[in-house]
């Protein structure tokens, strides 16, 4: 099972942190990655983790995924956050090789999303 919190409302250039709790799973034996989604559009790959990292093109330099093994979670710092940002972001893990990182369908396991609204 999967929980991610942190989200909220948050002006232009403002920061986040963003959490994924899992149980029932351990991260180290999985991919962790981050995806969000605004009403009408599909969902769209953010950042992933398994140890190494693979972030999508607009978040590199202002995004940071990192996870905590000892505690089974992984966090998403979101800094200099832009109006564009505003989704509701989902946390999910998988078993996938690298290269498919970025696709839904390498994730099996999903948690309920949190919403994050940047304000211009």
């Known amino acids: 099972q999967l929980q991610a919190s942190g989200g909220g409302l948050v002006q232009a250039g403002d920061s986040l942190r963003l959490a994924c709790t899992v149980s029932?799973?351990?991260?180290?034996?999985?991919?962790v990655g981050w995806f969000r989604q605004t009403p009408g559009e599909e969902r769209e790959f953010v950042a992933a983790?398994?140890?190494?990292?693979n972030y999508r093109d607009s978040v590199k330099g202002r995004f940071t995924i990192s996870r905590d093994s000892a505690k089974n979670m992984v966090s998403l710092q979101m800094n200099n956050l832009k109006p564009e940002d505003t989704a509701v972001y989902y946390c999910?893990?998988?078993?996938?090789?690298?290269?498919?990182?970025?696709?839904?369908?390498?994730?099996?396991?999903w948690g309920q999303g949190t919403l994050v609204t940047v304000s211009s």
């Open positions: 999910a893990a998988g078993t996938a090789i690298f290269s498919s990182w970025s696709r839904e369908r390498a994730y099996a396991y």
């Open positions: 983790t398994r140890g190494n990292t």
């Open positions: 029932g799973l351990r991260i180290s034996n999985y991919v």
